[in-house]
């Protein structure tokens, strides 16, 4: 219904997925001082299996195409990996015969070392670039119908701001392309729905959608890219409908945990996806998908990198090896799932057939927690179950 109503404020024809041509950005790319590193729990900065945005931006991105593509829609991506620019590449500049240098003017505000070196072709016959003026350039050339760039945002370490923000080009309420604004106010309420994280500001009915220049503030600096557009963004910097996301905050340090999850951002892309399908009035999904963070019924979360919202549910010390076992309405174990060790309690599982199922949850020391769920076709149903130690 909210689709619906949507799609009919902003004129948006049901036509559904097939035929379109979808751009999809996974911000940044490699991993470098520029891919925005940060310190967890486990991990130190610099090291790769600490946060990186190259990886979480990645993995929802590879979600949203393989709905796209199961809806008949053509996608491409401006990379479908991650790791190919690294830190020496950038300190010594060196370029092999599949690399290119496209530096964005040095006075322009997004002007950043990573931009500076990129791999056009990886041997797969996919391509890979980090370079933003030239994704921007290739998105114009295309013109594809939507274009997408998925990113996460940062205020300081230790920071409890954590929100969702959708930026297109121009001013708010006055987007360069007309489409762009709409397309970014129908994703709102899908991409906002995700009760496994502590949002601090916004709401599901009142949406961050706004214009880089409105954000920013003020003319653009710097110079026009090389198809002689300007702008804040120089990923936007393209004559075609879309936006940039910034799905959340990875310097909240629990969400930050939690994009350590490859499925917790898998599920991130899904909602992306269903808020493209609603744009262009696609048909529900015949599945569905449970997913949910294990955490300590009376344990708090004590950790000098691990600053939550007070009184938020992530205050909860989450479970790590926790055993998630789903059971059908005939008691058969048809999937398992083990928490990983990143302190998120993140468990999901996808394209399950809509009906009754049961959750057993078993972890070290604590008692064992049983629930009844249902699973409805085209949602997501969320849960937070609580373990009491012995």
Known sequence: MIAFALMCVFGVQAKGLKGKTIYLNPGHGGYTSGDRPTATINHEQMDTLSFYETRSNLWKALETARHLRRDGARVI??????????????????????????????????????????TTDDGTGQQQIVGLERIACQVDSIK???????????????????????????????????????????????????????????????????GDISWMGGTPPGSPNRIGVNGYYAVLKFRAPGFLVEGSFHTYDPERQRLLNRDYCRLEGLRYYRGIRAYFGGKPEKVGYLAGSVKSATE?????????????????????????YLYDSRGVNIKAYHTDQEWNGIFAFFDLKPGKYTLRYRAYGYEELTEEVEVVADKTTYLLPRLTKK
């Open 77 to 118: 991506m401006s990379r479908t990996r991650s790791g190919y620019v690294t830190q020496s590449q950038m300190d010594e500049g060196i370029l092999n015969e599949n690399q290119e240098s496209h530096a964005l003017p040095s006075e322009d505000k997004v002007d950043k070392r990573y931009n500076q070196v990129e």
């Open 300 to 324: 708090k979360m004590e950790h000098p990198l691990y600053t939550y919202r007070e009184g938020s549910i992530d205050q909860w010390k989450p479970i790590n090896y926790c055993m998630v």
């Open 144 to 210: 594809p119908d939507y274009f997408l760039s998925m990113h996460s945002n940062a205020h300081k370490n230790g920071s409890t701001v954590n929100y969702l923000l959708m930026l297109h080009r121009g001013e708010t309420g006055k987007p360069y392309f007309e489409n762009s604004d709409s397309m970014a106010r129908v994703m709102w309420p899908y991409a906002f729905d995700n009760p496994l994280s502590v949002w601090s500001h916004y709401s599901a009915d009142k949406p961050a959608v706004v």
